[in-house]
C-alpha cells in the first residue's frame, strides 16, 4: 500500500501550462486526503494544494486561480492543472497521501498539515522568464 508515482514535470515559459499526475498504487484509500508540495533548494516543502476524500479542496494564495488539484478515483490518479505558470513556480512537485483524510481547519482541508504517510519521489517543474 501506498505507493507514489509522479509525472508531468518539465521545461516551460512563463505563461505556460503544464499537467502533473500522481498515480497511487497498491490499494490506495478512497477515504484519503492528497495534496501537492513543492520544494526548492534551500527552502522548506510548502503545500500548494489539498483535496479531501469528499473532493473539498484548498490552495496556496500564491497559486490560487491559476492551479487546479483533481482526482480520478477509478484510475487512483491525482492530478494538478497548472496554467499561467510563472518563473516563482519552479521547484521539485511531490504528491502526498494521507489515508486518514484531510486534516480541517476552519471547515477546509489544511495546508500546514505535512505529516502524510505517503510521499512520491518528485518530478522537476521549471519555468522560464
Known amino acids: 500500500q501506498g505507493q507514489l508515482a509522479e509525472s508531468g514535470g518539465g521545461s516551460v515559459q512563463a505563461g505556460g501550462s503544464l499537467r502533473l499526475a500522481c498515480v497511487a498504487s497498491?490499494?490506495?484509500?478512497?477515504?484519503?486526503?492528497m495534496a501537492w508540495f513543492r520544494q526548492t533548494p534551500g527552502n522548506e516543502r510548502e503545500a500548494v494544494a489539498v483535496?479531501?476524500?469528499?473532493?473539498?479542496?484548498n490552495y496556496a494564495d500564491s497559486v490560487k486561480g491559476r492551479f487546479t488539484i483533481s482526482k480520478d478515483n477509478a484510475k487512483n490518479t491525482l492530478y494538478l492543472e497548472m496554467d499561467a505558470l510563472k518563473p516563482e513556480d519552479s521547484a521539485m512537485y511531490y504528491c502526498?497521501?494521507?489515508?486518514?483524510?484531510?486534516?480541517?481547519?476552519?471547515?477546509?482541508?489544511?495546508?500546514?498539515?505535512?505529516?502524510?504517510?505517503?510521499w512520491g519521489q518528485g518530478t522537476q517543474v521549471t519555468v522560464s522568464s
Open positions: 502526498a497521501d494521507d489515508p486518514w483524510g484531510c486534516t480541517l481547519i476552519s471547515g477546509s482541508p489544511s495546508l500546514v498539515y505535512r505529516d502524510y504517510k505517503y
Open positions: 483535496i479531501d476524500s469528499d473532493g473539498s479542496t
Open positions: 497498491g490499494n490506495p484509500s478512497r477515504g484519503s486526503c
